[in-house]
Structures are given as C-alpha cells and as structure tokens.
C-alpha cells in the first residue's frame, strides 16, 4: 500500500491568466505548459480554462513535491496528460522528475476542475 508524501492544492482565477494570455498569447501559454499540453488546450474554442487547470496542476504538484515552482520543478517539466481511460494524469521531466525520485515519489493522484470564473487543482504524491 502506497504512503501519501505529498499534498497540493491550488485555485486561480481564470481572468488573470486570460488576461495575460490576451497579452503574450502562445508565448505566455507555453513558458506553462508543454507543447502537446498547449496543443491539446488551443483545440478548444476558449482554451482559457483548460490553460488554466493545468496552471493550477503545475502549482498543486510543485506542492505536494515540497519544493514550489522554481530551481527543482519548473512549470514544463510537470506536464498533465490524459491516461488511457481519459482521466488527467501527470508526467515529470528533468529536475521535477529527479526531485519526485529523490523523495520517494513513485505515484500520484491528480483532480482538475474548473468553473466560468476559477480552476482548481489537487494532487497527492504516493510512496512506498
């Protein structure tokens, strides 16, 4: 049975990333995410929300690592991605991987929600 390491938990509200999006455009969207992830979020006819939610992922996994967005976890190497049943899922790259690996973290639990005005997101890291 797996231990929870690890819990994050984060909300934004979805004008601030809409309006800075309306002001940096792609650019913005991919210093968070990664390119399938900004490619799965511009197929959308408003690609705020979805942008959104995985901003708050990136924040709650950041997190539940114990570390914040920074030197051991930078917004594109934690990249959400849909598991074969279509549920969200997380992936980690260079330093957030590394730092997961080095904390024991061999598993997580991610949720992502989002309503007209706000996206939310939690995360739980899981070890032995």
Known sequence: MANI???GIDIV???RIRKAYERHGATFALRICTVDEWAYCARHTDP??????RFSAKEATAKAL????GEYAS???IEV?????GAPALKLHGNAAQT???R???AWQISLTHSQNAAAATVIALGD
């Open 100 to 102: 997961a690996q080095a």
């Open 81 to 85: 991605i849909r598991s074969e049943s």
């Open 48 to 53: 705020i929300a979805s942008l959104a939610a």
């Open 66 to 69: 114990g570390t914040g967005i």
């Open 75 to 77: 917004f594109t190497e």
């Open 5 to 7: 390491l690890g819990l």
């Open 13 to 15: 509200d979805l004008e």
């Open 104 to 106: 024991g973290i061999s």
